[in-house]
């Protein structure tokens, strides 16, 4: 019929935020993914940190076993995974279990110092792990942003997921725009 006017609104399956691990950081970047709009998942090998009253928001709680952390979640094309578990023994195992999928999920990130990040990417390449492949792990995880307490962590995290997300420059907004240098010469005010 001519001058009809049809709507389309598509649906999709939010995209899913594993956390593994069910410590501080988790504990803290959780609520900031589901309301970020996170299908939200947390792994634990611990009862006690794996369990809905710590996560409440979450949408599903595994106690896994870190020797095969995702024999019960499965990884998909929209999986963003945070690999934060309470001793670099367990991130690396889940990291090396990562890379082995055939699904590259958009984002991996993992904490960890310097050293251990080093000592970790350095085992998986003599494992015969291709350089580009672990080139897309964000490690140590999040944006530089002076973070230290848990919620600083998160939010530095968090921050990093959108602006891989989004496809931003991470710059501050004030030096991308320079308003004062752009539109006001001299004494203009």
Same mark, same amino acid.
């Given at each position: 019929?001519?001058?009809?006017?049809?709507?389309?609104?598509?649906?999709?399956?939010?995209?899913?935020?594993?956390?593994?691990?069910?410590?501080?950081?988790?504990?803290?970047?959780?609520?900031?993914a589901?309301?970020?709009?996170?299908?939200?998942?947390?792994?634990?090998?611990?009862?006690?940190?794996?369990?809905?009253?710590?996560?409440p928001?979450?949408?599903?709680?595994?106690?896994?076993?870190?020797?095969?952390?995702?024999?019960?979640?499965?990884?998909?094309s929209?999986?963003?995974?945070?690999?934060?578990?309470?001793?670099?023994?367990?991130?690396?195992?889940?990291?090396?279990?990562?890379?082995?999928?055939?699904?590259?999920?958009?984002?991996?990130?993992?904490? *960890?110092?310097?050293? $251990? %990040? @080093? #000592?970790?990417?350095?085992?998986?390449? /003599?494992?015969?792990? +291709?350089? *580009?492949?672990?080139? $897309? %792990? @964000? #490690?140590?995880?999040g944006?530089?942003? /002076?973070?230290?307490? +848990?919620?600083?962590?998160?939010?530095?995290v968090? #921050?990093?997921?959108?602006?891989?997300? /989004?496809?931003?420059?991470g710059?501050?907004?004030?030096?991308?725009?320079?308003?004062?240098?752009?539109?006001f010469? /001299?004494?203009?005010?």
């Amino acid at each position: 019929e001519s001058g009809a006017e049809y709507f389309v609104e598509a649906y999709t399956t939010p995209p899913q935020l594993l956390l593994c691990g069910g410590g501080h950081v988790s504990k803290a970047i959780a609520p900031l993914a589901k309301t970020l709009g996170f299908r939200v998942f947390v792994t634990d090998d611990r009862e006690e940190f794996a369990n809905k009253e710590r996560f409440p928001e979450a949408d599903r709680v595994v106690r896994v076993d870190f020797r095969d952390p995702f024999a019960d979640i499965p990884i998909h094309s929209s999986s963003y995974i945070v690999l934060v578990t309470r001793g670099h023994k367990y991130d690396f195992e889940c990291l090396r279990h990562l890379l082995k999928t055939e699904v590259e999920p958009p984002y991996v990130g993992m904490i *960890g110092s310097r050293r $251990r %990040i @080093r #000592a970790a990417f350095s085992q998986l390449q /003599g494992e015969g792990m +291709p350089k *580009g492949r672990l080139s $897309r %792990i @964000r #490690a140590p995880v999040g944006l530089d942003i /002076g973070a230290e307490t +848990p919620i600083e962590i998160a939010v530095a995290v968090a #921050a990093e997921i959108i602006l891989q997300w /989004g496809g931003g420059t991470g710059a501050p907004l004030a030096e991308q725009e320079r308003i004062l240098e752009r539109f006001f010469k /001299g004494n203009e005010f």
